[in-house]
T-cell receptor, first 113, second 117 residues
Framework: NAGVTQTPKFRVLKTGQSMTLLCAQDMNHEYMYWYRQDPGMGLRLIHYSVGEGTTAKGEVPDGYNVSRLKKQNFLLGLESAAPSQTSVYFC????????????FGPGTRLTVL | AQSVAQPEDQVNVAEGNPLTVKCTYSVSGNPYLFWYVQYPNRGLQFLLKYITGDNLVKGSYGFEAEFNKSQTSFHLKKPSALVSDSALYFCAVRDRGRGSTLGRLYFGRGTQLTVWP
C-alpha cells in the first residue's frame, strides 16, 4: 500500500496563477483532510471531507476550494494564488470506524511569488 | 472550543537522559488525544493516542504519554532519549462528537526536540 500520496512535491507560482494539489489514498478511508503548516503555527485545517461528494470548511478555508469526486482522491484548488498562501500543504485520511488516527501524506511545498 | 497548547517551542536534552514534551488541552467533555512526530521534510507520523482507560499510554519508538484529567495535560515522555529522536512533535486533540465534524483534529504549534550526543 502506498498510503497517502500527494502531487506535486514542490511548486512555485506567481501571484494570480491557479493550481490544483492532488491527494490520493489507497486505504479506502472515508475521511480526508487538507492542512497547511506554517512556522510557529502548527497545522491548520483548510477543508475536509467526510465522504465522496461531500466537503466542509475548516479553520482557514478562504482562497481555497476542494472537491471529492472519488472516494480515494481529494483535490485542493487555488484559483488565484497569493503570497500568503506560501506554505507546506499536507493531506491526511482516516477510516470511518472509531477514534483512529489520521494518516498523513509527505506534503507539498508551495511558494507564491 | 477545542484547543491545544504546547508551552515550549524547543526542548533540548542530552542523549540517554529522560525527555518530556508538554501538552495541555481544552475541550468540552472527554477528549481523544494524539501525539505525532515530524522528521525534516516529511509528513506527520502517528506516535500514540489516548482513548480511554489506563492513563499511561505506550506508543512507538519507546515513547509514552500520561493523561492527567485534572490538569488537562497529556505530556509525552521517554526514559532515555536518542539523537534520532530529534524532530518536531505535535500534540492534537479531538472531541467525541458525532456528525460531520467527527475525526477533526486540533493541533498544537509543535515542539522542536533536539537530542545532542
Amino acid at each position: 500500500n502506498a498510503g497517502v500520496t500527494q502531487t506535486p512535491k514542490f511548486r512555485v507560482l506567481k501571484t494570480g496563477q491557479s493550481m490544483t494539489l492532488l491527494c490520493a489514498q489507497d486505504m479506502n478511508h472515508e475521511y480526508m483532510y487538507w492542512y497547511r503548516q506554517d512556522p510557529g503555527m502548527g497545522l491548520r485545517l483548510i477543508h475536509y471531507s467526510v465522504g465522496e461528494g461531500t466537503t466542509a470548511k475548516g479553520e482557514v478555508p478562504d482562497g481555497y476550494n476542494v472537491s471529492r469526486l472519488k472516494k480515494q482522491n481529494f483535490l485542493l484548488g487555488l484559483e488565484s494564488a497569493a503570497p500568503s498562501q506560501t506554505s507546506v500543504y499536507f493531506c491526511a485520511s482516516k477510516g470511518l470506524a472509531g477514534p483512529t488516527e489520521q494518516f498523513f501524506g509527505p506534503g507539498t511545498r508551495l511558494t507564491v511569488l | 472550543a477545542q484547543s491545544v497548547a504546547q508551552p515550549e517551542d524547543q526542548v533540548n536534552v542530552a542523549e540517554g537522559n529522560p525527555l518530556t514534551v508538554k501538552c495541555t488541552y481544552s475541550v468540552s467533555g472527554n477528549p481523544y488525544l494524539f501525539w505525532y512526530v515530524q522528521y525534516p521534510n516529511r509528513g506527520l507520523q502517528f506516535l500514540l493516542k489516548y482513548i480511554t482507560g489506563d492513563n499511561l499510554v505506550k506508543g512507538s519508538y519507546g515513547f509514552e504519554a500520561e493523561f492527567n484529567k485534572s490538569q488537562t495535560s497529556f505530556h509525552l515522555k521517554k526514559p532515555s532519549a536518542l539523537v534520532s529522536d530529534s524532530a518536531l512533535y505535535f500534540c492534537a486533540v479531538r472531541d467525541r462528537g458525532r456528525g460531520s465534524t467527527l475525526g477533526r483534529l486540533y493541533f498544537g504549534r509543535g515542539t522542536q526536540l533536539t537530542v545532542w550526543p
